[in-house]
């Protein structure tokens, strides 16, 4: 069975400094992993995936996330938040072993400061 | 116009009474799916189509019924509201191999 754990359910950072949100995964096969944006009010937005290629994935507006395999993890960062950053944030997971259906981490709130 | 549609947007109801939440979208995908998103616990699956035939059921269907239309249409009701049915529904679609799931706006539902 697949699972996700975001170890974080809430971050709080000031505007300009780095933005560290970290999810450790469980799958019985080689992953999928995700990382999804919401902000207030709307729907799920793709920031970035990550399947079986470069184990360093950048995605949209200076996100990247490292897929770890060894710790079975995949933590999202940015070097410098925005106050447009702060919206929650859901790792995921999928794999062959579930259908390539979707599990969802709890998710994790980010709260930048000015 | 956006490629994956929800309607209403919020709705107000009370126990016992029939529900449905449309969802429409515009990307040509075969696959949809309904979720609900309770805090601290991300987003569950309900009910999942593969195509107009296909139908299955997700983490947490009980209570909750689909109807898959047409291609680009799945409806999710709730034949008699309770309470902790409160929650935000989404919906998603993805196409062919692509493992990417597009999600609607939401709706957000409260059962008094």
């Known amino acids: 069975a697949q699972s996700v754990t975001q170890l974080d359910s809430h971050v709080s950072v000031s505007e300009g400094t780095p933005v560290l949100l970290r999810c450790n995964y469980s799958?019985?096969?080689?992953?999928?992993l995700f990382w999804y944006v919401q902000h207030p009010n709307k729907g799920l937005q793709l920031l970035l995936k990550y399947t079986s290629a470069a184990t360093l994935v950048k995605g949209i507006n200076g996100f990247e996330a490292e897929f770890k395999k060894s710790e079975t993890s995949f933590h999202l960062t940015k070097p410098s938040a925005h106050m447009s950053d702060a919206a929650e944030y859901f790792c995921v997971v999928s794999d062959l072993g579930a259908g390539n259906m979707l599990t969802f981490g709890g998710g994790t709130r980010l709260m930048v400061k000015p | 116009d956006a490629d994956v549609t929800q309607t209403p947007r919020n709705r107000i109801t009370k126990t016992g009474k029939r529900i449905m939440l449309e969802c429409s979208q515009t990307k040509g995908h075969d696959r949809m799916y309904w979720y609900r998103q309770d805090p601290g616990l991300g987003l569950r699956l309900i009910y999942y189509?593969?195509?107009?035939?296909?139908?299955n059921k997700g983490e947490i269907s009980d209570g909750y019924s689909v109807s898959r239309q047409a291609q680009a249409k799945f409806s999710l009701s709730l034949e008699s509201a309770i309470p902790n049915q409160t929650a935000l529904y989404f919906c998603?679609?993805?196409?062919?191999?692509?493992?990417?799931?597009?999600f609607g706006p939401g709706t957000r539902l409260t059962v008094l």
């Open positions: 799958s019985s096969y080689s992953p999928s």
């Open positions: 998603a679609t993805s196409g062919g191999l692509a493992y990417e799931q597009f």
């Open positions: 189509s593969f195509d107009v035939k296909d139908i």
